[in-house]
Structures are given as C-alpha cells and as structure tokens.
C-alpha cells in the first residue's frame, strides 16, 4: 500500500494523525473475496460520504461488515 499523497489523500491523512500522536505504524486488514463493489469507493469521491455506503448504494444493499482479528505485529 502507498498512502503517499498523489494517489489517496484519504489514507494519508489517517497515517499523518498517527504519525503526529507518535506512532510509526498504520494498522490495517486484508480482505479476500471481497464483493467488486468493495473497490468501487476508491473513485474520487466527496470526503463526507462513507465508502461503505457508496458501495451499497451500487449493490442495492447494505454491506455486511465484521470486526477484524488482531494478531501481535509482525517484524520482517
């Protein structure tokens, strides 16, 4: 993922407050089989419409959502 700030302003604001609250790592899931309306949101969009919302107004439904796992940080 490159949350730089040509591509997707959105995600580089999320790793800027973690960052300035002085944290060096941006937590986050991977999903698998995930509906294609699921990537639909990440078309340029306002910032007050959530993406979910975006993505269940394309499939007609709401979107189901689960809380993910966490698991201790993995080092390389």
């Known amino acids: 993922?490159?949350?730089s700030l040509?591509?997707?302003p959105g995600i580089y604001n999320h790793w800027e407050?973690?960052?300035?609250?002085?944290f060096k790592k941006l937590?986050?899931?991977v999903v698998l089989g995930a509906p294609p309306c699921?990537?639909?949101?990440?078309?340029?969009?306002s910032r007050r419409?959530?993406?979910?919302?975006v993505a269940g107004a394309l499939v007609g439904t709401p979107i189901n959502v689960?809380?993910?796992r966490r698991?201790?940080?993995h080092t390389c």
């Open 66 to 68: 689960v809380k993910a």
């Open 27 to 29: 937590a986050c899931a």
């Open 6 to 8: 040509e591509l997707r």
């Open 38 to 45: 699921i990537t639909s949101p990440q078309c340029k969009k």
């Open 49 to 53: 419409l959530d993406e979910l919302d």
């Open 1 to 3: 993922m490159n949350p």
């Open 71 to 73: 698991r201790p940080p």
């Open 17 to 22: 407050k973690l960052r300035a609250r002085g």
